[in-house]
């Protein structure tokens, strides 16, 4: 089968406020050219590409990909990978925190972080034999999701460790590193969206991620059930004795997420994902029109955003006129 080609673009432009904002358009092109598969390809003509992909968005309803002139001519075509907290899914694509349920689950799907692949500290070394010390560890920012993540602080275990600091926004955060893999079991809850960078950094580092987000959509082709723990956010206190129950296959567990991770996450696997979900969404979609006004509209009430949107356009109106 000949290789079906992928045209990466973004709209996304850096700012001093937001210099990141192209790092995960330039992730998507590193992971294509060194991509391990034969099945799909980069592309350098956006006329002939099978797909085109739009990565990341300088606004939060992708309005800057709904109005560009690459969208517009091709938009039958186009899809979107984009990591904004807890985003609106207004076009069809993945979307790493995205919150569910979706209104549409085979056009708005669930991913992973490109950025887990660059976090080169969390890598096991070679033959490694270190055994952690501790059954389970949680260190992130509580006010993020207070409700969440300040309950799983209060837990007691004597072989816990519960720390309110960030956690590993740096690459080269190395007590962050050495706290995760210092546990069998990471905790995993909820942030300002349903996902965290914690998810994928925990199955990088071998460790068993426990889940803790009512919202979350799971990355398709990844067998969770093999290498992860779910809690209801109601059943936060059940935490101990869960990871305490499960810690005799605590080893098996984290080693199958490092296989998961390597399998779909990783620099030499991510595009063949992507490719895969492109292709499910292409048939998914069948040729119906899938943006604009009325699309916007049906996605923001059933998300019940749309007083915030509201609020947003006039913000946004106001700054362009120098009025704010």
């Known amino acids: 089968m000949q290789a079906e080609s992928l045209f990466v673009t973004t709209t996304a432009v850096n700012t001093s406020s937001h210099p990141w904002l192209t790092a995960n358009y330039e992730r998507m092109i590193?992971?294509?050219?060194?991509?391990?598969?034969?099945?799909?390809?980069?592309?350098?003509?956006?006329?002939?590409?099978?797909?085109?992909?739009?990565?990341?968005?300088?606004?939060?309803?992708?309005?800057?990909?709904?109005?560009s002139p690459l969208f517009r001519r091709h938009h039958d075509r186009s899809f979107v990978y984009n990591t904004n907290d807890a985003a609106v899914p207004v076009l069809p694509g993945m979307y790493?925190?995205?919150?569910?349920?979706?209104?549409?689950?085979d056009l708005q799907l669930g991913a992973f972080y490109l950025r887990s692949f660059d976090h080169k500290a969390l890598v096991p070394p070679p033959n490694d034999e270190k055994w952690p010390t501790r059954l389970f560890s949680f260190v992130g920012n509580v006010k993020n999701a207070p409700g969440v993540r300040g309950r799983i602080l209060a837990l007691q275990h004597p072989d816990a460790l519960l720390l309110n600091r960030s956690s590993g926004m740096r690459d080269d955060d190395s007590d962050y590193v050495e706290m995760l893999r210092d546990s069998y079991f990471v905790l995993c809850p909820k942030g300002l969206g349903p996902t965290s960078w914690r998810f994928y950094e925990t199955m990088m580092a071998a460790r068993v991620p426990v889940i803790i987000s009512d919202g979350w959509v799971p990355a398709r082709d990844i067998n969770w059930a093999s290498c992860s723990l779910r809690v209801r956010e109601?059943?936060?206190?059940?935490?101990?004795?869960?990871?305490?129950?499960?810690?005799?296959?605590?080893?098996e567990m984290g080693l199958r997420a490092r296989q998961e991770w390597e399998s779909h996450c990783s620099l030499v696997r991510a595009f063949g994902w992507v490719g895969r979900r492109l292709r499910e969404l292409r048939e998914a979609r069948n040729g119906r029109t899938l943006h604009g006004a009325s699309v916007l509209i049906r996605d923001l009430a059933f998300r019940r955003q749309l007083l915030r949107y509201g609020r947003w356009r006039v913000g946004k109106t106001l700054r362009e006129l120098g009025l704010r």
């Open 234 to 251: 109601s059943d936060i206190e059940s935490i101990p004795s869960l990871c305490a129950g499960n810690f005799a296959r605590a080893r």
């Open 96 to 105: 790493p925190d995205i919150v569910g349920p979706v209104r549409l689950p």
């Open 30 to 67: 590193r992971a294509g050219q060194a991509y391990c598969g034969s099945d799909f390809r980069l592309a350098d003509d956006p006329e002939t590409a099978d797909f085109l992909l739009f990565v990341e968005s300088s606004e939060p309803y992708l309005g800057d990909v709904c109005s």
